[in-house]
């Protein structure tokens, strides 16, 4: 697979983080690891800002940001123009956030979903197409 997925988040994501590193260049996908390198407390905007950028440059389509919420790495995302991080904790949301949102962020809460799940949202994630039409109306319109 050509496409580079972003990956990032903090502490309490570190984890998930690195399983799901493995987990994704087993299935192809090259991966690039914007941090942190190990759990020990860390200020998340110091890696999700510049996976953000990363993103806005055209370095990567998408990317995948865990938290222990998903709610302090999504806000920051957020924060970027170009950026749609949508928070999932299930497989419907997931798909959703492709389908009507066009979320090029996936924001996983690491402290409330288990492991086999982030799989598979992220698989729903990565393999999901933004439906455009009435969709991308509503999309345009975000950007401030």
Same mark, same amino acid.
């Given at each position: 697979?050509? $496409?580079?997925?972003? %990956?990032?988040? /903090?502490?309490?994501?570190? $984890?998930?983080?690195?399983? &799901?590193?493995? !987990? ?8 690039? *690891?914007?941090?942190?390198?190990? *759990?020990?407390?860390? *200020?998340?905007?110091?890696? =999700?800002?510049? +996976?953000?950028?990363? %993103? ?7 990317? #995948? =940001? #865990? ?25 419907? &949301? ?5 389908? @009507?949102? *066009?979320?090029? +962020? #996936?924001? =996983?809460?690491?402290?409330?979903? /288990?492991?086999? &799940? !982030? !799989?598979?949202?992220? /698989? %729903?994630? &990565?393999?999901? /197409?933004?439906?455009?039409?009435? @969709?991308?109306?509503? !999309?345009?319109? =975000?950007?401030?």
């Amino acid at each position: 697979m050509n $496409e580079v997925i972003a %990956i990032g988040g /903090d502490h309490a994501g570190f $984890e998930y983080k690195q399983r &799901l590193i493995e !987990v994704l260049e087993k299935k192809g996908y090259q991966v690039k *690891d914007f941090g942190p390198s190990s *759990d020990a407390s860390v *200020d998340y905007p110091d890696f =999700i800002h510049p +996976l953000c950028q990363s %993103i806005e440059a055209g370095n990567h389509q998408r990317g #995948i =940001i #865990i938290c222990g919420s998903g709610n302090g790495v999504a806000i920051t995302a957020n924060k970027h123009q170009g950026i749609r991080a949508a928070i999932c904790w299930n497989e419907d &949301l997931a798909a959703l956030s492709r389908q @009507h949102n *066009d979320a090029n +962020l #996936i924001s =996983i809460p690491a402290r409330f979903v /288990d492991f086999d &799940l !982030v !799989v598979r949202m992220v /698989d %729903i994630f &990565l393999q999901t /197409d933004f439906e455009g039409g009435r @969709h991308a109306t509503r !999309v345009n319109k =975000i950007p401030c």
